[in-house]
């Protein structure tokens, strides 16, 4: 069973930094391409950010150069380390395999001005 828990969310004000987690389990995860995705209160999702198995990176134009996504194969665990944030990064962020619907909970990221 695929399971995913993320985690790191919080309140920071403009221009601070975040560092979002999540746990991967019941899947093979070194063999799995892995995106970050959000959503706005109130508005759909919204792709962020992507890791291919093979450690490639590709990001939303909307937040390339501020955030990063990283793997750790050895500890199952997704990374997305969030800096420069802006109000409009507010929003629930979520992690997925990317050749599926399945996502955790969320965490919430809240950015205030």
């Known amino acids: 069973e695929v399971q995913l828990v993320e985690s790191g969310g919080g309140l920071v004000q403009t221009g601070g930094s975040l560092r979002l987690s999540c746990a991967a389990s019941g899947f093979t995860f070194s063999n799995s391409d892995m995106i970050w995705i959000r959503q706005p209160l109130g508005k759909g999702l919204e792709w962020v950010a992507a890791i291919d198995r093979r450690y490639g990176t590709s990001y939303a134009d909307s937040v390339q150069g501020r955030f990063t996504v990283s793997r750790d194969n050895a500890e199952n665990m997704l990374y997305l380390q969030l800096n420069t944030l802006k109000t409009e990064d507010t929003g629930m962020y979520y992690c997925?395999?990317?050749?599926?619907?399945?996502r955790g909970p969320g965490t919430q990221v809240t950015v205030s001005s």
């Open positions: 997925k395999k990317s050749d599926s619907s399945i």
